[in-house]
C-alpha cells in the first residue's frame, strides 16, 4: 500500500488488539512467574525431621512483683529523733539498729519505776512481818480478831501493790527499749521519711512513719487467672491429667519485662478461695528465688504455668510454618525429593520451636530454608540440617518466642 494513504477505519481497529500485545510482550521482564523457578533450574532447599519429644502446654499470665514481707517501721514511743544508723536503699539485718529517739525522759522514768518498786517491797516486808506478830498475839488473844485480820489482809495488799509497781517498771523499761528502733525483718530498707531533730509521734494510732522494709528473697508474682483456665485446670485434675495448685504446689517460670525466654523458675503456692465475680478472675501467686535480690517489688513479669499433662509431641522450626487464609501448613518432600504442601495443626512456641498437634509425622522431610522457590510438586535439591535452628542459619523473620 503506497505510504500516505489512511487506512480504512475498520483496518485501524483490528490492528489496535494486536499492537498492545507486541507491547506488553516486549516490555514484560523474564521472570519465573508464580508458576515456579525458571525451567531447567532445581530449586535447592534445606530439609529437617521434626523433633519427638514429650511436651507440656504451658499457659501465660501478665503479674507483678511484690515482696514477700513488707514493713512499715513507726515510733511506738514519742520524743525526738537523735540519730539515723543506717543507709537508705541498703540491705539490713532483723534486729539492726535503724533510729534512735532521746532516751532521757524514759531512762528517768525506769529510774523513778525502780524507786517505786523498792518502796512496795519494803512495804510489803512491813506488812508481813506485823501480819506474822498478829497471828501470834492473836494467839496470846492479846489484840482482838478484827485486828489481826487487818494486818493480814494489810500484808495481801502490799504485795499487790509490789506486782504493781513491778509491772510499772516493765512497762517503763519496755519504752526505754522502744527508744531504739530496730529492723524487725531482713531486707532492702528505703529512704527515713523523717530527719534527726524532729519531733515523732509514738502509740498505736497516729505514730509516725520512719521508713519501710521490704525483703525480697524469695519474692512473690501475683497474677489473676482467668474462669476458663481455672475450670480446665480443675477438671485436668479431676482426670488425674494434672494436678490442681489447690492441693499441691505446680511449677511456673517467669521472665521480666526485658528478658527472652523463661529464665527464673518457680512455684506456684497459693491461690484464693474464691473468684472475683466483678473481674471473673482469681488470684493466685508463685513464689521465685531472688538470691541476687535485682528482682524489685512493682516489676511486670510474664509467667506461665502447664496448661496441660505431658503427652508426645513433635517440634519444628515456626519459620517453617506458612499461613494460608487463617490454615497453617508446611512444605514436606516425598520419596522422589517433590514438594508436598501438607496442612497441619500448629500448638504454641517452645523454647522458639512451633509444636505441631496434628497433621504431621515423626519421618517426614519438612522444608525450613528455602520456602519461598518451593511449589506443589516442584522436585527440589535437598541438604538435611538440624530442625533446632543455628545462629547462622535463622532466618531475619524468624519468629521469637
Not at 110 to 116: I, K, L, N, S, T
Not at 175 to 182: G, N, P, R, V, Y
Amino acid at each position: 500500500m503506497p505510504l500516505g494513504i489512511p487506512l480504512p477505519r475498520f483496518s485501524r481497529c483490528a490492528a489496535l488488539p494486536v499492537l498492545a500485545a507486541a507491547f506488553v510482550a516486549g516490555c514484560k521482564p523474564h521472570t519465573a512467574g508464580p508458576s515456579g523457578p525458571p525451567a531447567g533450574v532445581v530449586p535447592e532447599v534445606s530439609v529437617a525431621k521434626p523433633v519427638a519429644k514429650r511436651l507440656t502446654d504451658w499457659d501465660e499470665f501478665s503479674g507483678r512483683l511484690v515482696a514477700r514481707d513488707r514493713v512499715e517501721v513507726r515510733a511506738r514511743v514519742s520524743g525526738y529523733l537523735t540519730e539515723i544508723h543506717f543507709k537508705e536503699g541498703t540491705q539490713v539485718k532483723e534486729g539492726d539498729l535503724l533510729f534512735t529517739i532521746d532516751p532521757r525522759p524514759y531512762a528517768a522514768a525506769v529510774q523513778r519505776a525502780e524507786a517505786m518498786l523498792a518502796q512496795a517491797k519494803t512495804n510489803a516486808e512491813l506488812a508481813t512481818i506485823e501480819a506474822k506478830n498478829a497471828t501470834k498475839l492473836r494467839e496470846g488473844q492479846v489484840i482482838s480478831a478484827e485486828e489481826s485480820e487487818r494486818r493480814l489482809k494489810s500484808a495481801a495488799g502490799e504485795q499487790a501493790a509490789v506486782r504493781a509497781a513491778e509491772a510499772m517498771l516493765i512497762s517503763a523499761q519496755l519504752e526505754l527499749e522502744f527508744t531504739q528502733i530496730k529492723a524487725p525483718i531482713s531486707g532492702r530498707v528505703s529512704d527515713a521519711r523523717v530527719t534527726e531533730g524532729n519531733l515523732v509521734s509514738g502509740g498505736t494510732q497516729g505514730s509516725t512513719l520512719l521508713t519501710t522494709i521490704v525483703a525480697l528473697d524469695p519474692i512473690y508474682v501475683d497474677f489473676e487467672a482467668d474462669e476458663r483456665s481455672v475450670l480446665k485446670y480443675r477438671e485436668m485434675h479431676k482426670t488425674g491429667e494434672r494436678k490442681s495448685a489447690l492441693f499441691g504446689r505446680i511449677p511456673a517460670e517467669m521472665a521480666l519485662i526485658h528478658e527472652e525466654g523463661w529464665p527464673h523458675k518457680g512455684e506456684i503456692d497459693f491461690v484464693d478461695n474464691q473468684l472475683n465475680p466483678a473481674t471473673g478472675t482469681i488470684h493466685a501467686r508463685c513464689v521465685f528465688p531472688n538470691g541476687d535480690q535485682l528482682m524489685s517489688p512493682g516489676f511486670f513479669a510474664r509467667v506461665r504455668i502447664p496448661g496441660s499433662g505431658e503427652y508426645d509431641g513433635l517440634l519444628i522450626r515456626d519459620s517453617a510454618v506458612g499461613d494460608d487464609q487463617g490454615s497453617s501448613y508446611v512444605w514436606v518432600l516425598d520419596a522422589e525429593d517433590k514438594a508436598v504442601y501438607l496442612p497441619i495443626k500448629p500448638g504454641p512456641l517452645l523454647d522458639g520451636m512451633r509444636v505441631v498437634r496434628s497433621g504431621l509425622k515423626a519421618d517426614d522431610r519438612v522444608v525450613v530454608l528455602g520456602l519461598m522457590s518451593v511449589r506443589n510438586g516442584v522436585k527440589v535439591k535437598a541438604s538435611t540440617v538440624e530442625m533446632q535452628p543455628a545462629a547462622a542459619d535463622t532466618p531475619a523473620t524468624e519468629k521469637k518466642p
